[in-house]
C-alpha cells in the first residue's frame, strides 16, 4: 500500500522526531513499472531503494527504521546485514514466516463457506482471478479476516 494509510504516525515529527514515509517502486506516488518483468522484483531492489534513500537524506549513518506489513519483511532483511547507523528496528503487523503465515491463511481459507472456497479454488487452478466470482470470493476472506469494516476507497 501507499504511505497514505501511515500519515497519523506524522505526530510524532510533532515531537521533533524527523519522520520519512515513502512510496516505493511500484507503488503510490513513486514510479510506476508495470511492464518490468517479474524477475526484475527482488528484495535486492527494494532493499537498494531504501538504502539509495537513506544516502540521499544523509541519515544512513543514524536513523530508526520502522516497517510495517512488507515493509516490515524488508526492514527485517535490512536489519539482518547489520547497517551501521540502523539504531532501532520497529516491525508492525508483519510476518516472520512466510511458512507459518500461508499456513495460518489456509487454516482461515478453510473456513469460508464452501462455494466461497470452491470459487477461489477453481479460479486459481484456471488462472481467472479477474471473474467476478473470484473477487467476491476474495472480498468474502477480506471481510472475514483481513479488514472487518468497510474498506476505504
Same mark, same amino acid.
Given at each position: 500500500?501507499?504511505? &497514505?494509510?501511515?500519515?497519523? $504516525?506524522?505526530?510524532?515529527? *510533532?515531537?521533533?522526531?524527523?519522520? !520519512?514515509?515513502?512510496? *516505493? +517502486? ?8 508495470? &511492464? ?8 535486492? =531492489? ?5 538504502? #539509495? ?7 544512513? @549513518? ?10 516490515? $519483511? +524488508?526492514? #527485517?532483511?535490512?536489519? !539482518?546485514?547489520?547497517? *551501521?547507523?540502523? *539504531? ?6 508483519? =510476518?516472520? @514466516? @512466510? ?6 491463511? &489456509? ?18 487452478? &484456471? ?8 473477487? #467476491?470470493? !476474495? ?9 472487518? !469494516?468497510?474498506?476505504?476507497?
Amino acid at each position: 500500500m501507499a504511505h &497514505n494509510y501511515l500519515k497519523p $504516525m506524522e505526530e510524532l515529527a *510533532q515531537d521533533g522526531w524527523p519522520l !520519512v514515509l515513502y512510496d *516505493q +517502486l511500484g507503488c503510490g506516488r513513486s514510479t510506476h513499472l508495470p &511492464n518490468a518483468p517479474r524477475h526484475f522484483w527482488t528484495i535486492e =531492489l527494494f532493499l537498494e531503494e531504501l538504502s #539509495a534513500l537513506l544516502d540521499h537524506l544523509n541519515i544512513s @549513518s543514524d536513523y530508526h527504521l520502522f516497517g510495517q506489513s512488507w515493509g516490515g $519483511m +524488508l526492514a #527485517a532483511e535490512h536489519a !539482518v546485514r547489520c547497517p *551501521q547507523g540502523l *539504531q532501532s528496528l520497529i516491525l508492525s503487523n508483519s =510476518l516472520a @514466516s @512466510s511458512a507459518l503465515w500461508a499456513q495460518g491463511a &489456509n487454516r482461515l481459507r478453510a473456513q469460508l463457506p464452501k462455494d466461497a472456497l470452491e470459487a477461489l479454488e477453481r479460479h486459481e487452478t &484456471n488462472g481467472t482471478l479477474g471473474d467476478p466470482e473470484y473477487v #467476491a470470493a !476474495v472480498e468474502e476472506y477480506y471481510a472475514r479476516h483481513v479488514c472487518r !469494516v468497510p474498506l476505504p476507497d
